[in-house]
């Protein structure tokens, strides 16, 4: 049980749960009291990342086995992102053969992250959007509605974000220790482009749930993922996702009239 009137920060327990890792300082961290006050020692009898590993790649994870393979290992298991539908949109009714993977909404999240302004490091943003769900190749798309507390899937997603920093570690160290920065950038909003990215992660859902709607129709009742422009706080996200609302506003009057 953590001491609140001395909280630790989420860097400070990643520094003690990662393996050979050098120190990364104490920087704030704004997980929830719930949040904070769940994070277990990996070493008690819960969820791990290893666990979910399937065994063609444990089997390349050998004692003494060339670095190269750790490289292997880690590709092989992000792979899975590819195929991983988000579940949000199965949730609601959408065909599984319409749906976004995991890497589909972060590869379009890179792009948009190319067009923020020019003031905000582009290149960062696009390295942030292509780590930030990165855990969830092994923690799957876990939604509110899962039966997994929030304070679980943080932890769950902490693990792993370790995990695989410590598994890449051997091929590219520099890369490990940067993956991690970027992550803990975009969780803990710890400067601007993590603020833009933030709030590109929501307009790329409003953007998809307007796409789903031009090829569905309003039969899924899509408009809870909208109320996520309440969230948004850059003016840049935020005009680019009053535009879409116009529209989608347009598109629900056009469909109406179809339907009387």
Not at 159 to 185: C, H, Q, R, V
Request: net charge neutral; glycine share 4%; hydrophobic share 35%.
């Amino acid at each position: 049980m953590i001491n609140f009137l001395r909280k630790r920060n989420i860097s400070d327990i990643l520094i003690k749960t990662h393996i050979g890792s050098t120190r990364l300082g104490s920087r704030s961290f704004h997980y929830s009291t719930r949040i904070m006050n769940s994070i277990k020692d990996l070493s008690e009898n819960v969820w791990q990342p290893q666990d979910a590993l399937p065994k063609h790649i444990k089997d390349l994870l050998t004692p003494g086995t060339q670095p190269v393979n750790y490289m292997f290992a880690f590709l092989q298991i992000i792979r899975s992102l590819k195929f991983q539908k988000r579940t949000g949109w199965l949730d609601h009714g959408i065909p599984a053969e319409a749906t976004e993977s995991i890497a589909d909404h972060m590869y379009r999240m890179g792009v948009i992250s190319m067009l923020v302004p020019k003031e905000v490091d582009s290149n960062k943003c696009v390295k942030i959007a292509i780590v930030h769900d990165i855990a969830e190749c092994l923690v799957g798309d876990i939604t509110p509605y899962a039966g997994i507390t929030k304070a679980e899937k943080h932890r769950r997603e902490l693990a792993t974000i370790n995990y695989l920093s410590d598994l890449i570690k051997p091929y590219n160290e520099e890369f490990s220790k940067e993956m991690l920065e970027l992550w803990l950038d975009y969780e803990e909003i710890r400067n601007s482009e993590a603020r833009y990215v933030k709030d590109i992660d929501k307009y790329e859902m409003i953007q998809t749930a307007w796409e789903y709607e031009l090829q569905f129709g309003l039969k899924h009742n899509l408009d809870q993922f909208y109320t996520a422009r309440e969230a948004i706080k850059t003016r840049e996200i935020g005009d680019l996702c009053d535009a879409l609302l116009e529209k989608r506003n347009k598109l629900i009057k056009e469909l109406k009239a179809q339907e009387s």
